[in-house]
């Protein structure tokens, strides 16, 4: 709810033209304040639209002139030959859940929501294990789960308490497809590296439980239809160091910010994934291989997702 647009308010058939000014909470006198100056260089008078104020801001609001409406029926509006000040109405409990959340991005967008997505979307049995147990497995605080799971509740995409369902999976992926590159990914300490020999991943040994291939690799290994040009891996971080000096010395990698290889650091807890399979779980795999923006890889994407459409 934020956004500028000019209107016309008619009031007993007086007419004034507004510059409105739409916002979500107001939490400050000093937000009062700067749009009360927009009054200064704004082509018609300001109108706020929030969806409440305390009586406190109101005062102030009518204090530097700043007309205002809100969802609970407060409002300062002065037309020709018009006053109108209503305030102190309280807000139910929906306008206050509203106002709370308004301008605020959404919970599910975070960093460790998208830890926690992820599992629950890779592990479905898991959205309805204690919140210990999902708390560990997203490598999250657990206050974290809660806070997530009422968050999807509300957007419709959780349903149940006690006995808890994803809803609409399929655009909860794309969600967490389009979201992880841009939320989650510059926490995981990407580093770049170059190989002299281009199949060198063809050989490579990894550690079972320490260490899994995405995006081309891992959709190679997954579909057969991908001869893969460059190489994601992702490495627990405690065993980083140890995994990527291994690697480095048996296949001759050396640092270079424009190399074919990735290593990330992996970021989920899910002992199936972990000690089963040397590619990391298949939303992974489609989300990395989504982000690389290779019309060559977007076949293979989609035959990943079909497959995890398949499997639900």
Not at 25 to 33: D, G, H, K, L, N
Not at 88 to 107: M, T, V
Request: include cysteine.
């Amino acid at each position: 709810m934020v956004g500028e647009v000019e209107l016309t308010l008619e009031v007993n058939g007086a007419a004034q033209q507004y510059t409105l000014v739409a916002r979500g909470q107001i939490r400050s006198r000093e937000a009062i304040r700067v749009l009360a100056a927009r009054n200064r260089t704004a082509p018609f008078p300001v109108l706020l639209a929030t969806p409440y104020l305390t009586l406190a801001l109101a005062d102030e609001c009518v204090e530097h002139d700043l007309q205002f409406i809100d969802l609970a029926g407060n409002l300062h509006v002065r037309a020709p030959g018009q006053y109108m000040l209503v305030t102190g109405r309280s807000a139910n409990p929906e306008i206050k859940r509203l106002a709370s959340r308004l301008g605020k991005p959404a919970i599910s967008a975070s960093a460790s929501a998208i830890r926690m997505i992820f599992v629950l979307l890779s592990d479905p049995g898991l959205v309805n294990r204690p919140y210990r147990e999902i708390a560990a497995a997203a490598g999250v605080a657990l206050g974290t789960v809660g806070s997530v799971f009422d968050d999807l509740r509300e957007r419709g995409l959780l349903a149940g308490t006690d006995d808890r369902r994803l809803l609409d999976r399929g655009a909860l992926r794309e969600e967490w497809a389009i979201n992880y590159p841009l939320r989650l990914l510059p926490k995981l300490n990407v580093q770049r590296f170059a190989a002299g020999d281009p199949s060198w991943w063809q050989h490579a040994e990894l550690p079972v439980g320490q260490a899994w291939w995405s995006g081309e690799v891992a959709a190679a290994k997954l579909t057969g239809q991908l001869r893969p040009c460059a190489q994601t891996l992702y490495v627990e971080p405690t065993a980083r160091p140890t995994v990527t000096m291994e690697l480095a010395k048996r296949h001759r990698l050396r640092a270079d910010p424009a190399g074919t290889l990735e290593i990330i650091d992996a970021f989920w807890h899910l002992d199936e994934a972990r000690t089963e399979t040397v590619t990391a779980p298949p939303l992974l795999v489609y989300a990395d291989l989504q982000r690389t923006r290779e019309p060559r890889n977007a076949e293979a994407a989609v035959l990943i997702r079909d497959e995890l459409e398949r499997g639900e």
